[in-house]
DNA sequence: CATGAATGAGTCTTCATTCAT
DNA sequence: CATGAATGAAGACTCATTCAT
């Protein structure tokens, strides 16, 4: 009837109020009448698209994971260098939280109630994204444009915690003192000099 | 009896008790009833000290900053760079983590449940701690150590971020490869020679 | 299967056992659990019909005046001098009492205790019931049947608690000396022999 | 200290709070506790003087009505026909509910609370009081002023509950229309006119 | 007599999940 | 596939009562 893209439609009517009620209030206070609501879905029907109501929660984070990969992986292909190459990770990063409030802020907040996620989810698809910067790190110090000291295990952390924290601000902050640009050029110049 | 420090006898018992089935299970999955039971004190004894559940979590976080904070001013008294103070900020704050995992297990992953938290709670001691870190690198800017183009606001983000994270990994990882001391000394070069 | 008229079956098997058990326990000894039990329903289920415990009893009210009202107003429609009218009420409001008591206990005993009831319930439909002797006399005084010096409002409240004690004295007596007959008489006797 | 009448002091301080209390909230929204602040006791102090919640209210009653009989019987003892005994019963009734709101409205709704009250205790000071009434016009029949055919049995609990209800209506009214000497007057006019 | 900290049984209510239609 | 009424387990919290001091 009204839907073009047939099978996913209501999956993904789904996910996204998912996105936005949890954004609202939290993964534990939301309730999955509320998500079937939000989605004009019955209750049940949730149930026929996922397993239950972490799975939500779990797919809300692959899908987008998936996406930021994909879409980070493709913006670095062009680059040279790899100073070219973190910079361009730090602005896509907060670009797209910037781009996706709402799922940002599930996955900043929400995300790591779940003792599943933190503690006992392996996350390949978090980690996959976190070594694309161990990987530009590698590449640059084999190029000589990094130093040799530094071990890229520990400065993708480091990067990472930073990218993420800043993250954090710009989702919470209500008022925001500082442009997301002038972020990434900051945290850009401090990480960049700090592995030269 | 069995009371050696009297009137806050309970009050600490309880604490303990929920950092510990806190870092067990979780915020969320934790119960009072379990609380209770791990105090070795009654259900409702728990109500005699806290306001609910919440105020546990929330007092836990406080005390507990309130403590580092305490702690860390005074390891930074008797220092006379700001350099300094920046490599002591990040040993001692990674240190602390180690020292207690089950509190800080809490603080870095149930804390950022509730939604008050995160979203409400305006978290001065929190601030405070993070402010630190500030303080310092004015400090540093003034008399000639950091660049004077760093924004102190972004740059302790940068900082605490990168520790947080570690943090995360140390508390989370199963197997860390790499040391405290050393994430500490790699986290100051790169922060240190990027602010310089 | 063993519903009959669809709908309404469920909230009505509650009401009657909600009616059953306040009048066996009393409003507050009573569980929503045993109310349940009764109905032979789930506990959540009562949540579905009833918003909480209290709902419950206003309903049970609320509906049980409605009904009475409609009847009583139907009973009196037919009849001729004002006077028949205040013994019919009489003889009316006595044998509702008598045929259905586990209500009538309610309505007499429990529903008193919730001061939301008595103090705060605006009770227009207690009001109406009420209102219904103060138009009778109006209408006696009106066309010379009754003592133009009786005022309406408090012959209504002195009649009303004549009946409502009878009542009382019905429900919770275990030997009742007198027939609700005798007593609508006697009734009747006074009050009429009083206002006119 | 600042006792002058000693050992009933307390004993007297928790009945006059839990009046105060009760007629507040109700019976069973009020707690020990906050009796006993009321009070300016300990929560344990009241179980030396009370055996448990129900007894205060018992208690409560009894005493009440133990002073109202006495102050009642004194009042009628010197009148000469029944029917000033009557219309004085009906005076003074009316007027104890006035004196003493806070009483009144405990003993009007709270009392009427506890099953034990109504159904199982036997309340023979109540039923001493409403015996007055009966004994009046038993008294008014045997010197002729009063209708042999009325039943004293019925017309008791006919004026009983007229006076009851004009009671609850003073008591949880908030704009009285009637004064309560009016109230007073008609309703000894319909009784005295419907008995005599 | 008086205290008030401690107890723990008891209850309402919520909500993820199921299943007959 | 979709529905949404029904379920019932689970948990936070209250409060009358006790008892060591």
Not at 16 to 25: I, L, T
Request: hydrophobic share 40%; glycine share 6%.
């Amino acid at each position: 009837m009204n839907s073009t893209n047939g099978i996913n439609d209501k999956r993904q009517r789904i996910l996204k109020a998912a996105a936005r009620v949890f954004s609202r209030k939290g993964f534990y206070k939301s309730t999955v009448a509320e998500i079937a609501k939000e989605a004009q879905v019955a209750d049940g029907t949730i149930y026929l698209y996922f397993k239950n109501k972490d799975d939500i929660l779990i797919t809300l984070f692959e899908d987008e994971m998936a996406t930021v990969i994909r879409e980070m992986k493709q913006e670095l292909s062009g680059l040279d260098t790899a100073e070219q190459k973190i910079r361009k990770f730090i602005e896509k990063h907060l670009a797209l939280i910037d781009e996706n409030r709402e799922l940002a802020e599930v996955i900043q907040i929400e995300l790591r109630q779940s003792h599943k996620f933190m503690k006992e989810y392996s996350g390949t698809k978090f980690r996959d994204y976190v070594n694309i910067i161990s990987s530009i790190i590698n590449e640059g110090q084999k190029n000589g444009e990094f130093n040799q000291d530094i071990i890229p295990g520990i400065a993708k952390i480091v990067l990472f915690g930073s990218l993420d924290e800043l993250s954090n601000y710009w989702v919470l902050s209500k008022r925001k003192k500082y442009s997301l640009s002038l972020c990434a050029q900051i945290t850009g110049d401090i990480f960049l000099s700090g592995i030269k």
